[in-house]
């Protein structure tokens, strides 16, 4: 596995082998769960606006086919390297299976910084990492999806360019596109979605009630201000939120149309004229009831964990509580864990139906979309905070299990070949 060595694969890691060793699976069905299927490593050469011939590293990792084809996210970010798009394709799978998917888990990614390219050099990066993996991605064998640093256009660059060398339009190689196009009403907006109603449902568990509960978002990308508008719906303010650029407050809650416009024209929270503003460092830190980490991974650490102040913790980011972290939380026993794998699963989910209207070419309406979604994230709470309450463990270590569980049993269906 030496392959993959990254702090984030080593994390990961970590959280399987604290289920492999409470279900007691012996070494050689360890090694085959944990081990990613294929990894491709490929150079992506890019003509830029001067002239001049950039080479970017791109990456596709897919860790299982057990259960189906696999699927995964593609991001653009300056740190993406092979051991953490490996670890992000084993947390999916353990997702897809807690949701009842037939996925295996995937990722990739390109060590680049989006915000860096104009929109023409992002064109030519995107199209030739997809010409790149043709024959390693499909809708029968791996379906990319948009992921930090992307986005819809992304996705719709990525089909243009496959369904071009196949000869005939495919909607389904790709989710999260646009509309348009194939595809999903109410896929955008899915992850952020899921991660209020979760939170939500989390605080009906601790007995909270949500009208003049308080809400602090780390990450105010896609999934970060989705879930800070639906958190609002439900009754909470969103007090503070941070992005990449700093961190903004405002004690009686921020005016979230408002702050959308302003990002939507400045491409950043800082400087929004009805707040103050706030170290990062603190953002984290804040009191609040729930706390929404939807940036990178890593952010609660042992050095933050026994500082945290909220009652909730909705990981909306892949990743974002080291398992040094997760045993301090554990410890205090006064902070409820949605751990990122059942949190964060709505954009999967939706990205399945996305896949499966694009297979059937018969669309769904939003309603019927948001409904389907939340029913599934209900299941997969219940049966999470069922199995963590009746064996009392952590919720982390309940819906690792059940993913776990479900890819190995499909695995000891399907046998070892040959």
Not at 162 to 191: D, F, N, Q, W
């Amino acid at each position: 596995m030496d392959l993959y060595k990254n702090p984030v694969f080593d994390m990961a890691c970590r959280q399987f082998d604290a289920v492999a060793d409470r279900l007691q699976m012996p070494d050689g069905d360890r090694l085959r769960l944990k081990s990613p299927k294929r990894a491709l490593c490929v150079s992506v050469p890019v003509r830029m606006e001067d002239g001049s011939t950039r080479v970017f590293a791109g990456y596709r990792v897919q860790h299982h086919l057990s259960l189906g084809p696999t699927k995964g996210g593609i991001r653009y970010h300056p740190w993406v390297e092979l051991g953490e798009v490996a670890a992000l394709a084993m947390w999916m799978s353990w997702k897809c299976a807690l949701t009842g998917l037939p996925y295996g888990g995937a990722k990739g990614g390109v060590a680049v910084d989006p915000r860096a390219l104009t929109s023409g050099e992002l064109e030519r990066l995107t199209r030739r990492y997809t010409q790149e993996l043709i024959g390693f991605i499909g809708p029968q064998l791996d379906v990319p999806a948009p992921d930090l640093g992307t986005n819809e256009q992304t996705m719709a660059w990525m089909m243009d360019t496959y369904s071009v060398h196949a000869g005939h339009p495919v909607p389904g190689v790709v989710t999260g596109k646009p509309v348009g196009i194939g595809g999903s009403l109410g896929r955008r907006e899915a992850t952020g979605r899921g991660v209020a109603y979760l939170a939500g449902r989390a605080m009906d568990t601790l007995g909270l009630a949500a009208e003049g509960a308080t809400a602090v978002i780390q990450g105010y990308g896609n999934v970060g201000s989705v879930a800070a508008q639906s958190l609002v719906k439900q009754g909470l303010r969103v007090i503070a939120v941070g992005d990449a650029t700093g961190a903004i407050n405002n004690p009686k809650g921020l005016d979230l149309p408002h702050l959308e416009r302003w990002v939507a024209e400045r491409k950043t929270v800082v400087g929004f004229p009805e707040s103050e503003p706030l170290p990062p460092e603190e953002l984290l830190l804040l009191p609040c009831d729930v706390l929404v980490p939807a940036a990178m991974e890593r952010q609660i650490t042992e050095s933050n964990a026994t500082r945290l102040r909220c009652r909730v913790l909705a990981e909306g980011a892949n990743g974002p509580t080291t398992p040094e972290a997760d045993r301090i939380l554990n410890e205090r026993g006064d902070v409820f864990v949605v751990p990122d794998i059942l949190c964060n699963a709505g954009g999967v989910v939706v990205s399945y139906f996305e896949w499966v209207q694009d297979l059937q070419s018969f669309f769904w309406s939003e309603g019927e979309v948001m409904d389907r979604l939340f029913r599934i994230l209900e299941g997969a709470f219940v049966q999470t905070l069922g199995l963590a309450r009746r064996d009392g463990i952590p919720m982390r270590l309940a819906a690792t299990t059940l993913g776990v569980q479900r890819v190995w049993e499909a695995k000891k269906l399907r046998g070892l070949f040959p």
